[in-house]
C-alpha cells in the first residue's frame, strides 16, 4: 500500500548522488594550486563581515584547503575538538547555518545555535553589545545573521573571539560569495589560476540588484580579485540604477568590466556563466526583486554555460534544470561546507 503511493520508498536511496554537475571535480582543483598556508596564517582570530577583506592568494588557498577537505575526507584529524561554535542566526536560513554547523562538526567541534532572538535576552532589550561581552566566556567563534546591517558591528564592538557575517540585511554575505567561487573555480580551474593555460576570459551575467542583494554585492567584491579572468559582468536588471552610491566606481576600480541589461534572453546566448536571484532582505522582511526574469530548458543558454543561485529558489529556476548540465547550483550549496570548513579551521589555526 505504501509503496504503491512513492516509489521511492522501494529501494535504498543513494547517500550522494556523484553524478551531479561538481561533485567531483575538486580533485583538478587540489593539483592545480600549489599549497601554500602563510596567507592564512593572517586570518588567525580574524572577525570576517566583508568579502573586502580577503586576498586572491587567500582565496585560492582557501579553496585549495577546501578541494582538500572535499577529496581527503578521510585526513580530516578533528582540530577543533573542545571548541565551541555560537551559531547566532536572528533571521531565517537553512544553508548558511547548517553549512557552517555541519562544517564544524567535520573538524570535531562542539556546537550552540540560536534561531530565535526571542529566546535571548534581546526580548528584554539586551543590547548585541551586551550579549557579545557574553559569547566571549560561552564559545570560542561567533557566526551571527541579522537583518540588520549594523549588527554585525555592534556585536563585534565587546567581542574577543572571532565573528564572521553569516548576511547582514542588504549588506554583505561573504561566505555566501567563497562558496560562489569555489563553485566557479572547480567548474573552469584554468580561469582562475596562476600558471594555468589560457582560458577564454569568462562573461559573466547576473540577474540580480547588486545595491540591496548581499549575496551579489559580495559575489561582486571577490570577482573584482579575478578580474583578470572574466571579460565582462553584465548586471541584467529592469532598474535604471541598480547599484549603491559609488559601488559600480568601486567595482571598476578593481578592474571589473559592468555593463547594465534589461533583456535577459539577449544576453543569454553570450554568458558562461549565469548567476541568479531574486531575494533582498530588507528591514525584517525578503522582497522578490526582478521577478519577471526566469530561467527554464527552453531558455538560450549557452551549451557550456552554467547556472550559480545562491538559493533559497523561488519561481526563477524551476526544477526542470535540475538534471541539466547547466545545474552547478547544487555543487555551489555543497561546496559551502568545505570552504566554510577551511575558513573556520584557518581562523582557528587547526588547519588538519
Ligand atoms: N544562500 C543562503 O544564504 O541561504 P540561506 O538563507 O538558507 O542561509
Known amino acids: 500500500m505504501v509503496n504503491k503511493l512513492n516509489p521511492r520508498l522501494t529501494e535504498p536511496l543513494e547517500a550522494q548522488p556523484l ?40 582565496l585560492l588557498q582557501l579553496a585549495r584547503l577546501a578541494a ?21 542566526f536572528y533571521e531565517p536560513s537553512t544553508r548558511t547555518r547548517l553549512s557552517f554547523e555541519s562544517a564544524w562538526h567535520r ?42 546591517r549594523n549588527a554585525v558591528y555592534e556585536m563585534l564592538e565587546s567581542l574577543r573571539i572571532p565573528i564572521i557575517n553569516g548576511g547582514n540585511g542588504t549588506d554583505e554575505h561573504p561566505t555566501q560569495a567563497m562558496a560562489d567561487i569555489y563553485a566557479l573555480m572547480k567548474w573552469r580551474p584554468s580561469s582562475f589560476i596562476p600558471g594555468c593555460p589560457d582560458a577564454p576570459a569568462l562573461r559573466i551575467g547576473i540577474i540580480g540588484v547588486p545595491g540591496v542583494m548581499r549575496t551579489v554585492r559580495s559575489l561582486l567584491v571577490l570577482l573584482g580579485l579575478f578580474s583578470d579572468a572574466i571579460a565582462e559582468v553584465v548586471i541584467i536588471s529592469d532598474k535604471a540604477q ?17 555593463r547594465v541589461s534589461d533583456d535577459l534572453d539577449k544576453e543569454l546566448p553570450d554568458l558562461d556563466v549565469v548567476y541568479i536571484n531574486t531575494i533582498a532582505w ?16 527552453s531558455s538560450p543558454l549557452k551549451k557550456d554555460a552554467i547556472i550559480l543561485h545562491p538559493l533559497a529558489r523561488g519561481r526563477e529556476l524551476p ?10 547550483y547544487f ?13 573556520l579551521s584557518s581562523i582557528m589555526k587547526s588547519f588538519t
Not at 20 to 27: D, L, V
Not at 125 to 141: A, C, K, P, R, V
Not at 249 to 255: D, K, N, R
Not at 319 to 328: C, F, G, H, Q
Open 331 to 343: 555543487a555551489q550549496a555543497r561546496g559551502a561546507v568545505f570552504m566554510r570548513m577551511a575558513l
Open 319 to 328: 526544477r526542470e534544470l535540475d538534471d541539466t548540465p547547466y545545474n552547478w
Open 242 to 258: 541598480p547599484f549603491s552610491e559609488d559601488q559600480q566606481e568601486e567595482l571598476e576600480s578593481a578592474g571589473l568590466t559592468l
Open 68 to 88: 582538500r577537505y572535499e577529496t581527503q575526507p578521510q585526513m580530516i584529524t578533528r582540530p577543533l575538538t573542545g571548541k565551541i561554535l555560537i551559531s547566532a
Open 107 to 148: 573538524l570535531g567541534g562542539d556546537i550552540m545555535s540560536i534561531t530565535d532572538p526571542a529566546s535571548t535576552g534581546i526580548a528584554k532589550g539586551e543590547s548585541l553589545y551586551d550579549i557579545g561581552e557574553m559569547l566571549n566566556h560561552y564559545g570560542d567563534l561567533v557566526v551571527l545573521r541579522d537583518s540588520d
Open 282 to 297: 530588507v528591514g525584517d522582511d525578503y522582497e522578490e526583486l526582478g521577478s519577471q526574469y526566469s530561467l527554464s530548458q
Open 19 to 58: 553524478d551531479i554537475q561538481g561533485f567531483e571535480q575538486p580533485r583538478e582543483l587540489l593539483d592545480a594550486i600549489d599549497e601554500d598556508l602563510t596567507s592564512l596564517l593572517d586570518l588567525a582570530q580574524r572577525p570576517v563581515v566583508s568579502a573586502s577583506q580577503f586576498t586572491r592568494d587567500q
